[in-house]
């Protein structure tokens, strides 16, 4: 043989030592074992079910405690009294002299209505200016209609009372209501920007064509289109106009003016002895509106959110 023979060429080093035959090599980095779907699926829903759970406890027991005497509406354990009634609704609707509330109610839908006609007449022109217009400043003008949300409440709230004041709009429902025919929401301007901008633009070209107009186009073809963010807008400004409490507290005084926000306000007494029966059993009403608009806007809210840039 000859002295220059070449050595044989070796195979790169193998980790973990030599693979032994009939047994499949574990890999160093594998993957656990999966856990069976049926174990995965009662794992996911007994987690659903546990938060669904805890999500509705407080409003089954405002409704079991809005069923049980005053008398034990704290004093007895778990969600259902022993003695049922349906009197803390009765004494809550009718509530005394100064205390009414299909009057309540009745008023909180006015401002709710209006407030959702303006916000959408008002927040929708605006984002279609934003939108679809070019003028100068736009985008710096833009940029302070986002920078408004970073503004508190608390801020302006002092400066529009005088105001109002000054204008004789105090103990009327026009505080409430004309700004939001302004434009002064940015959070429904941004939305509804988004959304008008996902519009195609060949659309306006082809109602131009046609002979619209700015005006024409925006009632005909981007109203139309845009009602899944109009639903949203119109969810959300119903939640907050009709759960607030602070706007008609200011503007509001007089007893026959009140929303349902400040009715049940007027259930609690520092002084005295509140009526807790009455104040749950009107809670667990003023929620029926609420989820009754939710759960006819809850397909419109999630498209309006989904194809607006919110994801």
Not at 75 to 93: E, H, K, M, P, V
Not at 99 to 122: C, D, E, P, W, Y
Request: proline share 6%; with cysteine; charged share 10%.
């Amino acid at each position: 043989m000859s002295a220059h023979a070449t050595a044989p060429v070796r195979g790169p080093r193998q980790v973990g030592g030599p693979r032994r035959p009939g047994r499949p090599r574990r890999p160093l980095f594998g993957n656990r074992p999966t856990r069976s779907p049926l174990l995965r699926a009662l794992v996911k829903h007994s987690v659903m079910i546990i938060t669904l759970t805890l999500m509705l406890y407080p409003l089954l027991w405002m409704f079991g405690a809005s069923l049980r005497p005053d008398n034990q509406v704290f004093t007895t354990l778990g969600l259902w009294g022993s003695d049922l009634t349906l009197d803390n609704y009765a004494a809550g609707w009718s509530g005394g002299d100064q205390l009414n509330f299909s009057r309540f109610f009745l008023n909180s839908l006015t401002i709710t209505v209006l407030s959702i006609v303006g916000n959408l007449l008002a927040c929708a022109l605006t984002a279609y200016a934003f939108a679809r217009l070019e003028f100068r400043f736009k985008k710096t003008l833009f940029a302070l209609v986002i920078g408004t949300l970073l503004l508190p409440y608390h801020v302006t709230l002092v400066p529009q009372y005088i105001l109002f004041n000054q204008l004789g709009w105090v103990n009327t429902i026009l505080p409430l209501v004309v700004p939001k025919f302004l434009a002064t929401d940015a959070f429904f301007i941004f939305l509804m920007v988004q959304f008008i901008r996902a519009l195609p633009s060949s659309l306006d070209d082809a109602a131009r064509i046609d002979g619209c107009g700015h005006w024409g186009i925006f009632w005909r073809v981007v109203m139309p289109l845009s009602i899944p963010a109009l639903g949203t807008s119109a969810l959300f400004t119903f939640i907050n106009t009709w759960n607030d409490f602070l706007g008609p507290m200011l503007y509001l005084t007089e007893p026959d003016s009140w929303t349902v926000s400040q009715g049940l306000a007027s259930f609690l007494d520092a002084t005295g002895q509140s009526a807790y029966g009455s104040l749950f059993a009107m809670s667990t009403l003023s929620l029926v509106p609420v989820l009754g608009f939710f759960v006819a806007a809850q397909k419109l809210l999630v498209e309006g959110i989904a194809t607006s840039g919110l994801k």
